[in-house]
């Protein structure tokens, strides 16, 4: 098991951007403007091997999507293999779906990750709509109680749906509950670059646009100048 005593800690105070990616190779590109690789393990080829392998600069945030939450990863097995990224070094964050968190299949994973100083990211989806405010506003609360930071994705429809992701964020940063969020598709866009100015903590981008891992994204170089340009 990983030792907290003497492992880095990722620094989730400010906004972190993550390279999403399924094959760690695309570390060195990602450098210049990333502060995380967020490692997909559910869509990586021999993932184990690729973290046995790996000594790039960038902390990993684990990620091993279910098949129910949008991912490929079948349950069996699943967060097995996300308490084994935990002993890598390299692993600073896991993302643990807030389903698992809350029916108590994810307990050993989390306690594991704590007291190996990994940082829980309790994630949720909502693939095809925005759910109100209050909703999005209660997902959020218990996401970032289950989790060390609480993260929600949602489908856009328009700039309504957006507008309401903003309220929902702002409120619960302001309420000092650590969440990351973002909305999906073509009409939640510009949220991505929006969303870290209402408190929103992590950021995704693949390296090239080629390698999306959800709608709506940019690549990274491009999410990272929108983002500086507006701060």
Not at 5 to 17: E, I, N
Not at 95 to 107: F, K, R, T, W
Not at 119 to 133: M, N
């Amino acid at each position: 098991m990983g030792d907290s005593t003497d492992r880095p800690v990722m620094d989730f105070s400010g906004f972190v951007l993550a390279a999403a990616t399924a094959d760690l190779a695309d570390e060195p590109q990602a450098r210049d403007h990333a502060d995380a690789i967020e490692f997909r393990l559910d869509l990586a080829d021999d993932p184990e091997a690729q973290l046995d392998g790996y000594d790039g600069e960038l902390p990993l945030i684990a990620t091993n999507r279910a098949e129910w939450e949008g991912g490929e990863a079948a349950d069996a097995g699943r967060l097995d293999l996300l308490a084994t990224a935990i002993d890598h070094p390299g692993v600073e964050a896991i993302d643990v779906e807030l389903q698992s968190i809350e029916d108590g299949e994810a307990d050993n994973l989390v306690d594991r990750a704590r007291e190996a100083g990994v940082t829980v990211i309790a994630s949720s989806h909502e693939f095809e709509r925005t759910p109100p405010v209050p909703n999005l506003n209660d997902r959020l609360r218990r996401s970032a109680a289950a989790g060390d930071i609480g993260k929600l994705a949602v489908m856009a429809e328009g700039p309504g749906d957006v507008l309401a992701l903003l309220e929902a964020t702002w409120e619960q940063s302001t309420a000092g509950n650590p969440v990351a969020t973002m909305a999906m598709g073509e009409a939640g866009r510009h949220s991505r670059v929006i969303c870290p100015l209402y408190g929103s903590r992590v950021g995704y981008a693949p390296v090239s646009t080629d390698d999306s891992t959800a709608p709506g994204q940019f690549d990274l170089a491009t999410l990272r100048s929108l983002i500086e340009t507006l701060r």
